[in-house]
């Protein structure tokens, strides 16, 4: 904003800016699995990742109680529109429910597909209810239980995306991108970066024991790697 303000062309450097961000933490995935350095991830101290995953928590919390109310999160708000989040809560109870009642013996989930799944099933169980109690669509998102609209909420005239979501491919624009934010976006992708290396001694051994699978480290570093590469170069 600072370098190029709102219009297209700082749009358009946004959108390289994550192709540039996330082939720079493929590269560095990549470089590490090569190097036979998986376990170089080891070596992040417990209370860091601890620490990292209470904020992540905290903020994947915060956001979406915001998306789910389309507002600024505030206890006014909350008191107001109490129901759309009671509905998120009960969501989220009844997987935790479904979690602890599907476990073997040992404690261990019986399921590992379980968590995707009832994830994948909330959308048709919603157009579902819908239809059964007989709720028009547009009274749905009346009711703040649908995104609104691009065409509702900006002026078709100036809009970038003028008729379809893929006209973003349009607004990439090489020769308008801007160096200087590059330079100043130096430090973010170095984060992120790190970021996203805290993540791998997380994720991968949860889904070694989930699904009784030995992983090698080196190999799941490619993996990855080759996953943010593409994802960066094709507009991921």
Known sequence: IK?????????????LLFGISSIVVG????????????????YIPTHVLVGCISG????LMQMGLEVTMDAVFTM????????????????????????LVFRTADGKPK???LSPIYFCLITPIFYFALRIFSVDIQDAKDGGYFFPSLEGTTDNSS???????????KVINFQAFSW????????????????????VPINIPAY?????????????????????????????
Do not use: C
């Not at 370098?3 to 959108?15: I, K, M, N, P, R």
């Not at 809009?159 to 491919?169: A, G, N």
């Open 56 to 59: 992540i928590g905290v903020f």
């Open 159 to 169: 809009s970038i995306f003028e008729e379809h979501l893929f006209d973003m491919w």
């Open 208 to 236: 070694s024991l989930s699904s009784n699978t030995e992983v090698d480290m080196n190999v799941e570093l490619v993996a990855h790697g080759y996953s943010n590469l593409l994802s960066g170069f094709f507009g991921g």
């Open 27 to 42: 590269t560095v995935f990549m470089t590490l699995g090569k190097l036979k350095l998986g376990r170089i991830v080891y």
């Open 111 to 113: 399921y590992p597909l």
């Open 76 to 99: 006014e708000y909350v008191r107001i529109h109490w129901f759309q989040l009671l509905l998120v809560f009960v969501l989220e109870i009844g997987l935790r429910v479904l979690d």
């Open 180 to 199: 200087a934010v590059l330079w100043d976006a130096i430090p973010t992708m170095i984060s992120l970066t790190m970021f996203s290396l805290i993540h």
């Open 3 to 15: 370098h190029q303000g709102f219009g297209v062309e700082a749009l358009s450097t946004l959108f």
